[in-house]
């Protein structure tokens, strides 16, 4: 699909015979932004894709924000085109060749050729080999060039749910302290980190992204704000920027993102008060965890990370519940079924003995699960204030609508918003305008 946002997306389906969700991931860029978006607002997109509604992607993802601009060509690889000639009969497009701004084929490492997009025509690359020019290989092209598509191209494919934001700060701070770029303090070295960045790249990505990225000299929000704005949805590429240059690769860096056991980095000096500071933390932490409490409590309780928790309990022999690592098909499929019955996250996590994380992120594959789940909240939500204004009229018949409203003011208002019919049914009948006032 040569949209990342496809209206025509049910239209598709239909004549295809695919699922509007198979085509979204496997047949468009869309799983390229999956990683770096909220996954209740990459879930919403996906609904309002599917269902035809306006999903209103690039003010989600927070493009347009970003200030990287859009790629205007479709692109394809010469090389790639002889192979699908021979393969199947016909050049198509490849959409690892339409991610922002890659400029080489990360298989072939040929150069990229670029047509106009046609918004209301259906566009193919050239049909015949004649058509597609050989560009030279990337002997000439730069390695970082090469390393991006390749990079973005993992991205893509990986199909990644959401990652925590301040696991990845924590990862980022941690690749910035060995590599000499945080101050004693733990702070970023702003003005040096962003420089370094800079000439890493200049040459190397096209202008309008050059400016996106380190056009404002005098503010220099990139790349400090990936560290203190770690909730904002930032532009993937502007994280495969900084991952390239912190970890060298995508894979590497999310080994470093699943293993980070190490709170945020610290001053490797420490003051006599922070010591103390140190001590009494330690204190709090080792009392909640010998009198039961769980180790996300503890922490939470002596205001340390989960990873500074978890290494001073083992230093003391506190035993800790450790939690289940990967889940396997029964486990998962166990999970889904718990889900279907509406049970809580939290509740199935304890039961399975895994992170509620875990849960969670079987629950994004379930798109449906998650609308059905929704449903049930909201008719035992219904259920529940139906019931508390049943049983105030039926304590207080002579009740008026006024006095309703004033005494059961939540119930009220909810049943006004989402169950208006019902509530006006059994609410007493209103008084007349002219009788209203004639007892004041």
Known sequence: MTSMFPSYLTHLSQYSGISAHELLNQHSTLPYFRPFIRSEVYSQTVEALVSTANSDGFAKFSLLANRVPEQKLLLYCPDCAMTDLQKVGVVYWHREHQLPWVNVCSIH??????????????????????????????????????????????????????????????????????????????????????????????????????????????????PTNLIYQPKAQHHPMKHLVVILHLFGSFEKFLDA?????????????????????????????????????????????????????KSTALQNS????????????????????????????QEIAHAMECSVGAVEQILTQFPEIRRLRERLRFYQKRHSNRQRLTT????????????VKNNESAAYYWCYKHDNEWLYQTLPNEIPRTERYKNK
């Open 257 to 309: 993102y699943r293993n980070l056991e190490l709170p945020h980095p610290e001053s490797p000096i420490p003051t006599r008060e922070a010591n103390e500071t140190t001590d009494k933390k330690v204190s709090i932490l080792l009392s909640r965890l010998t009198s039961g409490d769980s180790l996300r409590q503890a922490a939470r309780a002596a205001k340390v990370s989960v990873g500074f928790a």
């Open 109 to 222: 490492s040929s150069r990229l050729v670029g047509i106009a997009r046609k918004r209301k025509t259906f566009v193919l690359p050239p049909q015949t080999s004649k058509c597609t020019p050989k560009t030279e290989k990337t002997k000439l092209v730069e390695e970082r060039i090469h390393t991006l598509a390749v990079e973005s191209t993992r991205l893509l494919y990986s199909n990644h749910a959401e990652m925590d934001p301040e696991r990845v700060k924590a990862t980022y701070l941690h690749a910035l302290k060995i590599k000499g770029l945080l101050t004693l303090e733990g702070s970023v070295k702003q003005i040096i980190w962003n420089q370094t960045l800079e000439r890493l790249w200049c040459d190397l990505i096209p202008k309008k992204v050059y400016s996106a990225l380190f056009g404002n000299k005098k503010f220099r929000p990139f």
């Open 318 to 345: 506190i035993e800790i519940e450790r939690r289940a690592q990967r889940l396997f098909g029964g486990e998962r499929k166990q999970i889904k079924d718990m889900l279907l019955a509406g049970i809580k996250t």
């Open 392 to 403: 105030y009229l039926k304590e207080n018949p002579d009740a008026t609508r006024g006095e």
